[in-house]
């Protein structure tokens, strides 16, 4: 449109609120997530577990199905810490795959399309862009951890009656914190990883070789030093030391939980600073 004819008109349409802007990034990017047929039947399968929770917290309760099967479900099947502590473990498990499928290339496309000024160039900060990306992890991982596990325990509440409510709230909060240290740290790893990383699929490669080259070497050292210390650098043992004590079970993993703690927060500090460096509205590249 010619500027001098001045026939153009200011935007007069609903505006986004500031405060969500940046889950604009999650919607979009979750439209070509569930694109992908494979990812969309890998994230129907997430819920096959939850499912099956579900139906064990139901026999418990049904005296004609226990009458049926002749089996002490109860007694095969508790429903206490440690059964949402495993099933933690199973579900944060496919959470972390969905991140390996999904986190590389969130920023990596941007990053080599020179994207990132078209961000910066409109009413978008570098927190609410980071935040957006990390959005488009969070809520899928959210949907398949800590949602179902709260309803699932929602639902053995129901039946059991208010006393074992009382008695068990700590799983809930477990179940809740938990997840969300889970997911913040596997979004801030894919995330960095990334933004450093422009290719892909090197990205989900070193995504995979964090956890397990890690853990080998943890157990190298482990084997070396006959001590359990080797452990601090195991991602996975870590969270488990993490979730264990949340949901008042024994790991036996060899660290404690306030190391655990601090290693893990350590990492996401390392992310966020490497995010810092990394997501910019230029770059300078020295020759």
Known sequence: MAVYKRTYQPYSGTLTPAWSRFLIIARQAHRR???????????????????VGAVFVYLRHNAGAIALLKI???????????????????????????????????????????????YFCRPFSRAE??????????????????????????FHAYLEGGAWLRENLFIASGLFLGS??????????ALALSAWVKW??????LLFGVF?????FGQAANAVMHSRSGNLINL????????????????????????????????????????DRKVRAYEVVRS
């Open 72 to 118: 002490d479900v109860a007694r095969m099947f508790p429903i206490d810490g440690r059964f949402f502590f495993r099933f933690m473990g199973w579900q944060g498990s496919l959470a972390f795959l969905l991140t390996a499928f999904v986190g590389p290339g969130l920023i990596s496309t941007d990053l080599r399309n020179n994207a990132l000024p078209l």
């Open 236 to 275: 996975g043992e870590l969270i488990r030391t993490v979730w264990a004590g949340l949901f008042r079970v024994d790991a036996d993993t060899g660290v404690s939980p306030g190391a655990a703690w601090m290693v893990l927060i350590g990492v996401c500090a390392l992310c966020l600073y490497l995010l």
């Open 200 to 205: 892909k699929v090197l990205a989900g490669a």
């Open 212 to 216: 397990f080259v890690a853990a080998g």
């Open 129 to 154: 862009y980071v935040l957006g990306k990390m959005s488009v992890l969070a809520i899928l991982q959210s949907l398949i951890t800590w949602v179902p596990g709260l309803l699932l325990f929602a």
């Open 33 to 51: 997530v569930f694109d992908s047929r494979f990812l969309t039947f890998f994230f129907v399968v997430c819920f096959v577990c939850p499912a």
């Open 180 to 189: 969300w240290i889970w997911i913040v740290t596997l979004c801030l790893l």
